[in-house]
């Protein structure tokens, strides 16, 4: 029968093709009355119920309706969920066997015995070649956010993953709306009592966003409110060949349509969603997508001596009401593991510990000397009755499967990561930052090492004047020097001898900077040398401050510790560092070109809308170029930037989501002038210590990656822009115009 026709070199998990699929999985999803179930009213032929306790204090109130006659029983359950709608995608954003159960072992509590996911139908070429053992399978994101699509493998005792080729599916896919996901999943649960058995379910799982929706927001201006759908079709397990917990279990799930509904809240987009839950048994196998599967011919004795009785099918039914509850439960373990913790074994954190008061109800531990804990977000010390123990998920670099630890976090803490916003955050964002290796495989390549450098050149040739012209050839000669002198600095002593002979070799003296007879043919000369020196780091030598954990407690206002940019941080050489500011004058350097012309380069290398570099001074950071002009000579609020975090340590500092990290969500910048992304390098002094004194960094609206060679190309004019600096301050004490 065509319909059950299989991938035989794939060896099929299914028993259906995926054009069936597809027909089956649309027909469910027609089947529930979204359009009704989502109007505020609810109608009158629904009973309303008392709504399942819940275990956790955090979470909201559920509206429970029931509905029952003498063709099917049906679930309804409404909720005012606190996150966003990108979290509640990722929730279900289940790529491999093991990330599924972590989510559904959450969701289900004890019951859940365990689970996989069968079959994956290959929609718009994210399933992996025919003989491939890994599956890759995602929920869909949003069309705003991008994030780099990876397979892992599924690894199970003797099976994988089905999954079809490309023009096997090429018939479901045209039917599915677009950007659907179709997998078929299975599920065991426990007894519900001694005398009873294991429950064993599949299901059919289509899901896709749903068209946006016109609506008027509080100052009546229209919008368009996202959303997206999750429909379980329940499958016969005999259907379906997986790895089954209980050889024993009851076959469940005949008859049975389960819905999900998320759609963005118009009060408050971006913080809250509504979730509407909509789940049916049919009695008699009434739907028509029910018929589709169950009535073709496939429906064995067997099955239907294994059937649960109408009562244990509808408890499963209310049970799945609590999925709702312990959604929040993922969202928020995940918006931990966003968030950098506090080293405590760093002498910083520890002098916190060491406190007397806890930090958020200030009560004496003296009295309560059993009960002082410590917040592994803030590093402070806190009593057992204002901090409780989360769950937190994180993931190792370059991996996908997820690690789940406890840790205990303040009260104070909580509420500021809830306050976060985490629209745009991805599953790979629950990893460290890190620096991604360049791509040369045509379609995405990396921006080459140099090329902004040496584009900019040309541009500067060409189009401007004199003087700006002579301020671009001094910076280009600041880079050629510092590639050309050998162990200048750490990274140059460090740096493989391969690299070392190539710059060595470079005809420094064909290259004349200062000639205002620029012609062409020495253009081309220098830009060619640039390409040359400026090699990219290998992918080892890329480090990032603060990845893992940060060396410095996190301290909150006085007044309202949950409102407001944090308290800067203070690095143990402070005074040392505002010494040197103030005996090189750093703060009035006035206006110095060639810094204009590196955050010119710096902006366009990591296509940012802004750079600047800057002087963090003692309560104050000053802007010293910009390539927004009206930022240059300006003094800001220390604890209203980013840089102040920068300057506690000597490495770069990385934060590709702003909105979503306790540090900065709070600031101006990411506040009312919605800056999402910050790179910034260290601006070091030139005594013995190397002192950081302030940082070149970029900024901009939207989150990006950093790769290895715009690293280098940063490190590179974070090198120049510090002799720049020390060069200009050394004019001015000696009243000398730098030319």
């Known amino acids: 029968m065509a319909d059950r026709a299989g991938d035989a070199a794939g060896g099929r998990n299914v028993r259906w093709s995926d054009r069936r699929l597809a027909t089956m999985a649309l027909d469910a999803e027609r089947s529930i009355a979204w359009e009704t179930l989502r109007r505020a009213h609810v109608p009158s032929h629904w009973s309303r119920r008392k709504g399942a306790a819940s275990s956790s204090a ?54 859940f015995l365990g689970g996989e996911l069968v079959h994956v139908v290959a929609i718009n070429g994210t399933a992996p070649t025919p003989h491939s053992s890994s599956a890759s399978f995602r929920y869909p994101r949003p069309s705003s956010t991008s994030s780099s699509s990876s397979s892992s493998t599924a690894r199970r005792t003797s099976r994988t993953v089905s999954t079809t080729s490309e023009g096997v599916s090429n018939a479901a896919v045209a039917l599915l709306p677009q950007g659907s996901d179709l997998v078929v999943t299975a599920l065991t649960f426990d007894k519900a009592n001694v005398f009873a058995r ?12 749903l068209d946006p929706q016109d609506h008027d927001d509080r100052s009546h201006k229209k919008t368009k409110k996202q959303a997206f759908t999750k429909t379980m079709l329940a499958l016969s397990p005999s259907d379906c060949s997986y790895n089954r917990v209980s050889t024993t279990a009851a076959a469940h799930g005949h008859d049975v349509v389960v819905g999900f509904l998320c759609e963005e809240d118009e009060r408050d987009a971006g913080r809250t969603s509504r979730f509407i839950f909509s789940a049916e048994h049919f009695y008699h196998g009434g739907n028509g997508a029910l018929n589709q599967s169950h009535h073709g011919g496939h429906r064995k004795r067997s099955d239907s001596d294994a059937m649960a009785s109408v009562r244990i099918v509808n408890a499963r039914l209310l049970k799945m009401v609590q999925w709702i509850y312990h959604l929040s439960v993922v969202v928020r373990r995940r918006r ?16 916190m510990m060491n406190k007397t008061k806890c930090v ?47 840790v205990r976090v303040c009260d104070t803490c909580m509420v500021r990561v809830d306050q976060c916003r985490y629209a745009h955050v991805t599953l790979e964002d629950l990893g460290p930052d890190k620096v991604v290796a360049d791509d040369y495989d ?83 000369m220098l830009q060619s040398t640039i390409a040359e020196t400026v090699a990219p780091l290998p992918l080892a030598e890329c480090a990032l401050a603060n990845t893992e954990t940060r060396n410095y407690p996190l301290t909150y206002p006085k007044q309202d510790a949950t409102k407001g940019a944090i308290l800067y941080p203070v690095p143990r050489n402070e005074a040392t560092r505002l010494e040197l500011i103030e005996k090189q004058q750093l703060l009035s350097l006035g206006n110095v070109p060639e810094l204009d012309i590196i955050c010119s380069i710096a902006s366009k290398e990591l296509a940012c809308s802004g750079s600047m570099v800057t002087i963090v001074a003692d309560d104050t950071f000053h802007v010293i170029a910009s390539t927004v002009e009206a930022h240059i000579g300006q003094s800001f609020p220390r604890n209203q930037g980013f840089c102040h975090q920068t300057i506690m340590g000597d490495q770069p500092l990385l934060v590709r989501h702003t909105r979503a990290d306790v540090r900065f969500a709070q600031i101006i910048p990411v506040a009312d002038m919605n800056v999402q992304f910050y790179c910034g390098f260290p601006l070091f002094a030139t005594d013995e210590n190397r002192t950081v004194i302030g940082s070149m960094c970029c900024v901009d609206h939207e ?7 715009q690293y280098t190309v940063m490190q590179k004019l974070a090198q120049t822009a510090s002799k720049v600096v020390q060069r200009a301050a050394a004019a001015k004490q000696n009243h000398v115009v730098v030319l």
């Not at 806190?382 to 991996?399: D, Y």
Request: glycine share 2%; with cysteine.
């Open 58 to 111: 955090r979470s909201n109130s559920i509206a429970l309706f029931t509905r029952e006659d003498t063709q099917s029983f049906a679930v309804l359950a409404k909720a005012q969920l606190p996150c966003s709608l990108q979290e509640l995608r990722l929730v279900f954003d289940a790529r491999t066997s093991e990330q599924f159960r972590d989510v559904m072992q959450t969701l289900c509590q004890r019951e």
């Open 198 to 209: 294991n429950e064993e379910w599949c299901f059919l799982d289509l899901s896709h966003n």
């Open 336 to 351: 931990l593991g966003i968030q950098v913790l506090a080293d405590r074994r760093l002498a910083g954190a520890n002098a």
């Open 360 to 406: 958020c109800c200030h009560r004496s531990f003296l009295l309560l000397a059993r009960q002082k804990k410590t917040c592994a977000l803030c590093g402070h010390a806190v009593c057992a009755n204002c901090s409780e123990i989360e769950a937190r998920e994180t993931r190792a670099a370059f991996h996908e499967r997820s690690k789940i630890d406890s």
């Open 442 to 524: 045509g379609r995405t390549r990396a921006t080459t090492t140099g090329a902004a450098l040496t584009d900019l050149l040309q541009e500067t040739m060409q189009h401007a004047s004199a003087s700006r012209k002579a301020s671009a050839l001094s910076v280009i000669k600041y880079l050629v020097d510092q590639e050309q002198e050998q162990g200048h600095n750490n990274s140059d002593e460090h740096r493989p001898a391969s690299t070392a002979r190539r710059q060595s070799v470079v005809p420094h003296n064909k290259i004349l900077l200062t000639d205002p007879t620029f012609d062409r043919e020495r253009l081309t």
């Open 703 to 709: 989150s990006r990656e950093l790769t290895q060679s």
